[in-house]
């Protein structure tokens, strides 16, 4: 599989609040990030974790790949996301566009960070 057809399984898998299959095309100390900043979510179990509460949180939560690029070991997408309610009551989040630059190490992700 490409480094793109992973990261076109990732949000396959994203959509789907998958976070098991998700996790599994990434590499074990594989982390979820702002651009050039704070990690939000560290490691598999990290990254399960995270996405579980944020699934939770918002159950229509969906991403839609807007454009995408395959650089050497890296993937850009800019994705469009939307949310949904809420299921705790907080207010409703705006669709919102974001970049993610997805890294690769061999065939699995090692990094992703977001541009929003």
Known sequence: MTNLA?????????????VDLY???MTDDACEANYR????????EGTRSGLAAAFAKWPQNHAEIVEKQAIGSYVIFREHVTRGPA???????EPFDVIAVYSFQGDK??????IR
Not at 37 to 44: C, D, F, L, Q, T
Not at 87 to 93: A, N, R, Y
Not at 109 to 114: N, P, Q, T, Y
Request: charged letters at 25%; glycine letters at 8%; aromatic letters at 8%.
């Open 6 to 18: 992973t990261a076109e399984a990732m949000i396959a898998a994203y959509n789907a609040q998958d």
């Open 23 to 25: 996790v599994s095309y």
């Open 37 to 44: 900043g704070a990690v939000v979510r560290e490691g598999k």
């Open 87 to 93: 299921s705790d009551g907080s207010e409703l989040v």
């Open 109 to 114: 992700c090692s990094r992703v960070e977001f």
